[in-house]
């Protein structure tokens, strides 16, 4: 391929991509040396990795005439033999950044009008939000990271860190009177504690059990089968309250049909009903029930 043709339109010529690129790993050796990112020695590049990715984001090098076989070689080395104090995150994002430049660098193997390219154009412009975005949330990190910790630099109400051990000031007990006071509760052993335990009185509700020989006991008496309310159990005499009385009428609804849907998942009765809001027809599974 061409390296002119690969040469994005408006691209500065090589002095000026030269002088960008001594000006920015003059910039960027200080922190090469210190573990920013790895130092690159390729074809038509010599400078951090950070600083090749600035470079092909910025359309401002040529990608044609880099070596991807060299650039992930050295990356390897660089890896390799990366000091024990570069965190593993650092690291890789090496790998990330060097990901993308060869994600880059093999769009640009397809020719220019292909929709291929126009895809790989679209693509590196995302590639370039996410290293923004990359950028600002390891600036956000490193800001947290460099503020006063809470019990390490700073403190709550202004109370110093303590160093040395703590004694915690506790209660005298005399064992004596320990003893005795343990003695005491032993002579007073035959005292019956006479004190009324309140126990809530508890509702006298319908059970499901009921309600399912409830059904089968009034199917067995007719074939046809009856609506659902033909089969709730018979009312109570004058309940204590209105309450009480709304409470059993609603648990003897709810025990009856729960009671009528495990017979019916279990092949004993067919529940059916005519219509919405109409009454809900119970019968025999032999005989069958209104759809």
């Known amino acids: 391929m061409d390296q002119h043709a690969a040469t994005r339109a408006g691209e500065p010529d090589a002095a000026c991509i030269d002088e960008t690129v001594s000006v920015l ?15 690159l020695t390729l074809n038509g590049f010599t400078g951090p990795l950070e600083t090749l990715l600035t470079l092909a984001r910025a359309q401002r090098i040529n990608l044609a005439a880099i070596s991807l076989t060299a650039l992930l070689d050295q990356l390897t080395a660089a890896l390799q033999q990366a000091p024990k104090r570069i965190p593993l995150g650092q690291q890789g994002d090496w790998v990330v950044m060097a990901a993308w430049l060869v994600q880059l660098r093999t769009r640009l193997l397809l020719p220019a009008d292909a929709p291929a390219q126009q895809d790989a154009v679209v693509e590196a412009d995302a590639f370039r939000t996410r290293l923004v975005a990359l950028e600002d949330m390891q600036a956000l990190a490193g800001w947290l ?32 009177e320990f003893l005795w006071a343990s003695l005491a509760l032993f002579d007073d052993a035959t005292t019956v504690d006479t004190t009324e335990v ?54 003897g609804w709810a025990s009856t049909f729960m009671a009528g849907l495990e017979l019916a998942k279990q092949g004993d009765v067919v529940l059916g009903q005519g219509g919405d809001f109409e009454p809900i027809h119970v019968a025999r599974a032999s005989a069958g029930a209104p759809a």
């Open 25 to 39: 790993a003059a910039e960027d050796g200080q922190a090469g040396r210190e573990g920013g990112s790895p130092h």
């Open 198 to 251: 309140y126990r809530a009185r508890p509702f006298e509700l319908y059970a499901i059990a009921e309600a399912r020989a409830r059904i089968l006991r009034l199917l067995a008496e007719t074939s046809e089968g009856a609506p659902l309310e033909r089969f709730l159990p018979d009312p109570a005499g004058d309940p204590a309250s209105e309450k009480l009385g709304k409470l059993r009428r609603r648990s």
């Open 145 to 176: 990271e460099r503020r006063p910790q809470r019990g390490h630099d700073v403190f709550g109400r202004g109370q110093p860190e303590f160093f040395g051990n703590a004694v915690a000031a506790g209660q005298a007990i005399d064992v004596v």
